[in-house]
């Protein structure tokens, strides 16, 4: 027979195997766990699975009656207590074919048995009353999920399209799309081309010229705008290389009224480029801007002195 080592003593020995407690221990390794293990359950007077300790004797714990000197006497891997096979209802044929393997196999004592089965059941209920639990759980956020749409997107009026709010969703999506789309780019309008000069120098001679800044542009991505027409001048569609290049740069934009060319300071104008909705957003705010200054102007004109007072 081969040695092999020890988990308790690391020693190789021959008679090493394979316990039921899943260690690999020798003979002697093995009855000093079992002397340690039944010094502890007599101390605290409870099995592995709360069978009564051993009450300190080699009787039988079934019948009380002596078991040394017996054969067919059987050791419960639990709780550790000595039977007579019968005592048990372990037929001698049976005890003959389980003698052999016990070893390998190892042997429960039925009331240990029955308490393992009891454990099992509880464990399989508690675990049942969790999945309800989490069902309800789920339920519970399914509930506040749809709270929460229903307060971004409030119940459609009887006069209301059932598309309406998948419509609203699909054109924030889009737009928001759109708007990350543009977000490296800048407009400039009133910039007009040079024969024979790349509308790309031209946008870098712009800025190098009259702005503080010289933004990073994205080789290749600048192109204007619409068809071309006689006596007008196409917006240049401009990519720089990150949007706070972009940001940057429109927030230095105002400096082109200050330049020494009149064209420049009058009619060149560097902006985002913005969506479609923005665009719009933006002629209704100047609309209204300009619809307000005429209406100050035209009170301002029609004022008499004693009202000029009060406007003041």
Not at 36 to 62: E, F, I, M, W
Request: hydrophobic letters at 35%; one cysteine or more; a positive charge.
């Amino acid at each position: 027979m081969g040695k092999e080592k020890c988990w308790s003593c690391k020693r190789m020995k021959g008679d090493v195997k394979l316990r039921a407690c899943d260690d690999r221990l020798c003979g002697t390794c093995y009855d000093k766990n079992e002397e340690a293990l039944s010094k502890l359950r007599t101390g605290d007077n409870t099995g592995v699975l709360g069978c009564p300790a051993a009450h300190g004797t080699s009787d039988c714990y079934s019948c009380r009656k002596a078991t040394t000197g017996v054969t067919g006497v059987l050791k419960c891997d639990i709780c550790v207590h000595l039977f007579h096979a019968g005592c048990v209802g372990v037929s001698e044929a049976v005890l003959a074919v389980l003698v052999p393997i016990i070893d390998a196999t190892g042997w429960v004592c039925p009331g240990c048995r029955t308490q393992s089965r009891q454990q099992l059941l509880s464990l399989q209920a508690g675990q049942a009353k969790l999945a309800e639990e989490v069902a309800e759980l789920k339920v519970v956020v399914v509930g506040l999920q749809q709270q929460l749409l229903d307060k971004a997107y409030p119940p459609l009026q009887p006069n209301q399209s059932h598309d309406l709010k998948f419509d609203v969703r699909c054109a924030v999506h889009s737009e928001l799309a759109d708007k990350d789309k543009r977000a490296r780019n800048v407009v400039v309008s009133g910039l007009a081309p040079v024969d024979g000069v790349p509308d790309e120098t031209l946008f870098v001679s712009l800025c190098e010229a009259n702005l503080t800044t010289k933004p990073a542009v994205q080789h290749g991505k600048c192109r204007r705008l619409g068809r071309k027409e006689p006596g007008r001048i196409q917006p240049l569609l401009v990519t720089l290389q990150s949007s706070a290049s972009v940001v940057e740069l429109v927030q230095s934009a105002p400096r082109l009224r200050k330049s020494a060319d009149q064209v420049i300071s009058s009619s060149v104008y560097i902006n985002h480029d913005m969506t479609v909705a923005e665009r719009k957003l933006a002629y209704e705010r100047r609309v209204k801007r300009r619809q307000q200054s005429q209406s100050q102007s035209g009170l301002s004109a029609d004022a008499t002195p004693f009202d000029s007072v009060f406007l003041a």
